[in-house]
């Protein structure tokens, strides 16, 4: 039995200047059921500058204005303390489903779609305001070197073999064609920048590559690529 957990970001922009302004994680089970979740919204409306770049080419889009709304910060506290407050609350939250795993002896993946980049920033946080603790990929309940997938790159190694055509020419759009060449299930959430449904997303995907591996996720019988 396996259980993931999946984690994701929203920033202001790239560099280590920038800040980050949500963290979302989901854990799903093995039956794609979503056993918890935690948003941490930390976007300061009137604190908060944005990457030329990255204001332009994402956050100034309608869609994602709205899901900016939903990343303010209400509470009282201050930007530095909330961001404190916030790596703690995720360090809790890997810590308590990790130990959860071990209780009932359950294959514990921790993952992102992007390892480098919100592991990254997470790992800034953890530097920032936990110190005395491990940074990702060290397990927040043991302090022990463990694995830290990455959904992205899983998929293309799977649709090398399974439709190398397809990898050959597209960077992107893996979880689509994934569902078409394989009978997966409906998500009951989508992937819309909330961090929070991104996670339950990436979650999802991780234990749909899982099931593709033992075979309790089967090929379609015609596809059309």
Same mark, same amino acid.
């Not at 201050?78 to 790596?87: G, K, L, S």
């Not at 409906?186 to 075979?215: M, W």
């Given at each position: 039995?396996?259980?993931?957990?999946?984690?994701?970001?929203?920033?202001?922009?790239?560099?280590? $200047?920038?800040?980050?302004? %949500?963290?979302?994680?989901?854990?799903?089970? /093995?039956?794609?059921?979503?056993?918890?979740?935690?948003?941490?919204?930390?976007?300061? @409306?009137?604190?908060?500058?944005?990457?030329? $770049?990255?204001?332009?080419?994402?956050?100034?889009?309608? +869609?994602?204005?709205?899901?900016?709304?939903? =990343?303010?910060?209400?509470?009282?506290?201050?930007?530095?303390?909330?961001?404190?407050?916030?790596?703690?609350?995720?360090?809790?939250?890997?810590?308590?489903?990790?130990?959860?795993? @071990?209780?009932?002896?359950?294959?514990?993946?921790? !993952?992102?779609?992007?390892? !480098?980049?919100?592991?990254?920033? #997470?790992?800034?946080?953890?530097?920032?305001?936990?110190?005395? /603790?491990?940074?990702?990929?060290?397990?927040?309940? +043991?302090?022990?070197?463990?694995?830290?997938?990455? +959904?992205?790159?899983? $998929?293309?190694?799977?649709?090398? =073999? !399974?439709?190398?055509?397809?990898?050959?020419?597209?960077?992107?759009?893996?979880?689509?064609? #994934?569902? *078409?060449?394989?009978? !997966?299930?409906?998500?009951?959430?989508?992937?819309?920048?909330?961090?929070?449904?991104? %996670?339950?997303?990436?979650?999802?995907?991780? $234990?749909?590559?899982?099931?593709?591996? *033992?075979?309790?996720?089967?090929?379609?019988?015609?596809? +059309?690529?």
């Amino acid at each position: 039995m396996s259980l993931v957990l999946a984690f994701d970001i929203e920033r202001t922009g790239p560099s280590i $200047q920038d800040r980050t302004i %949500a963290i979302g994680a989901s854990v799903v089970d /093995e039956n794609l059921v979503e056993l918890d979740s935690i948003f941490l919204p930390c976007y300061f @409306e009137h604190d908060t500058k944005f990457d030329p $770049q990255c204001w332009s080419d994402f956050w100034s889009k309608p +869609t994602n204005l709205k899901v900016l709304e939903t =990343l303010k910060y209400k509470g009282k506290l201050d930007r530095f303390e909330r961001e404190a407050e916030m790596i703690k609350l995720f360090q809790a939250f890997r810590y308590k489903w990790e130990v959860y795993a @071990e209780k009932f002896s359950l294959k514990f993946e921790l !993952v992102s779609d992007n390892n !480098v980049f919100d592991g990254g920033f #997470i790992n800034q946080l953890i530097f920032t305001y936990l110190p005395k /603790e491990k940074p990702i990929p060290y397990s927040a309940s +043991t302090g022990q070197y463990c694995s830290f997938w990455e +959904t992205h790159s899983q $998929q293309r190694g799977l649709l090398l =073999l !399974v439709d190398p055509k397809f990898v050959q020419t597209k960077d992107w759009g893996y979880t689509e064609h #994934i569902n *078409k060449l394989y009978n !997966v299930p409906e998500k009951s959430k989508t992937h819309d920048h909330n961090p929070v449904n991104d %996670a339950y997303c990436i979650a999802f995907d991780q $234990q749909i590559l899982l099931g593709i591996r *033992k075979g309790s996720i089967k090929k379609r019988t015609a596809v +059309t690529t």
